[in-house]
């Protein structure tokens, strides 16, 4: 079946924030983790106060593991 055909499955809230912690506690934190931590985010309603708590977390975490320069 083509791509664009198949059901999206949309996670719950509980499911995307077990997976966002489970990123989260990786060792390395680099872009590509944090670019699926944002697709995880996405699975959210926008005015989810869970998103809205997420998204600021790994803005927050996004800061501390840029390089200093």
Do not use: Y
């Not at 664009?4 to 390395?28: A, G, I």
Request: include cysteine; aromatic fraction near 2%.
């Amino acid at each position: 079946m083509p791509e664009h055909l198949k059901e999206k499955t949309l996670l719950t809230e509980s499911q995307v924030e077990k997976s966002f912690r489970r990123l989260m506690n990786s060792p390395e934190h680099n872009e590509q983790l944090f670019d699926k931590a944002e697709e995880l985010l996405d699975e959210l309603r926008c005015e989810s106060p869970l998103r809205h708590r997420l998204s600021v977390e790994l803005d927050e975490l996004r800061a501390i593991s840029m390089p200093k320069s």
